[in-house]
């Protein structure tokens, strides 16, 4: 009885990695609706497999080594061994090709995948423009074009390029939609950009991967990702709650809050993300190119 107890307690834990390895192919990382994740993902997949290359083999010759020279093995034991070629190049060779491997995937990734580059080929209509304002715990989404805005609730076109206009309205934070697109920082006073494309439907989540005070863990939004029509008829319902996000709105709403539910804006201030930016959006407080107009000789 104990002995089956014991096999069933080792079958357990032997199924665990299995188990964790099956839930994680679920989430975002690993299944991307977006090319850009799409091909992080590989990017993931083809360094840990070269980084495997090296450390299976490594656990194995551990395991073998320790079998072979235990006490009265079969291994032969040389006091006087100092070197050999073979194994010399066995060791460092493996390894410095994995580098270079490496280092060439991270150095045309980064320039491929750099987050200010337009997305060339991937969509001939205009990039659509959305503008994100990381707030004190919530997520702020300004459509220009659209003329409305939305808190918690991204909504993008399927197949169309996306420009997104990032920044802060107070502490710096990280914009990250795993599904989407790899994690960009939102600074105030400074605006950050990412092209990004949704390939598929989705219906997601989006959080800031930033520590950035008592209700982060609560910094959340929806990603959703429809079909132009279905995209078109969200902009209809949003134009119709009937809310304006003028400059006295934006700022009750730039106060610190936690569990903010999904709002929609039917009308906003043209200039209000130049204006968060600028850090001008208090009454009175001078912009900053303005100010800089003033400085100049």
């Not at 991204?154 to 990032?166: C, G, S």
């Not at 990702?225 to 949003?238: I, P, T």
């Amino acid at each position: 009885m104990l002995l089956q107890t014991i096999s069933r307690r080792v079958r357990t834990l032997l199924l665990l990695p299995t188990l964790f390895a099956l839930s994680a192919c679920e989430r975002g990382v690993l299944d991307p609706a977006g090319d850009i994740a799409r091909q992080q993902r590989d990017i993931i997949i083809i360094s840990t497999g070269l980084m495997l290359l090296i450390i299976v083999p490594v656990i194995i010759l551990i395991v073998l080594f320790a079998w072979r020279y235990r006490k009265g093995g079969k291994g032969t034991y040389d006091p006087h061994f100092d070197h050999s070629t073979v194994l010399e190049l066995a060791i460092w060779s493996a390894p410095l090709l994995i580098i270079i491997a490496l280092g060439a995937l991270t150095w045309s990734s980064t320039h491929l995948l750099d987050p200010f580059r337009p997305l060339a080929g991937k969509d001939a209509s205009k990039p659509l423009v959305v503008q994100v304002v990381s707030l004190d715990w919530k997520w702020l989404f300004i459509y220009p074009e659209q003329g409305i805005a939305t808190i918690n609730d991204l909504v993008l076109p399927v197949d169309r390029e996306v420009r997104f206009d990032l920044t802060s309205s107070n502490m710096m934070n990280t914009f990250y939609a795993p599904t989407l697109a790899g994690m960009i920082y939102t600074m105030p006073g400074m605006r950050s950009q990412l092209h990004a494309i949704l390939s598929r439907p989705v219906d997601d989540e989006g959080f800031s991967g930033n520590y950035s005070g008592a209700g982060f863990s609560y910094m959340r939004f929806r990603l959703r990702g429809l079909d132009a029509e279905g995209f078109q008829r969200w902009v209809g319902e949003a134009r119709a709650s009937g809310q304006t996000l003028a400059l006295d709105a934006y700022r009750e709403l730039s106060k610190p809050s936690e569990r903010v539910p999904v709002m929609h804006f039917a009308g906003i201030d043209r200039d209000l993300f130049r204006r968060i930016v600028e850090r001008c959006v208090e009454p009175g407080a001078t912009c900053m190119s303005e100010q800089m107009r003033h400085e100049q000789p």
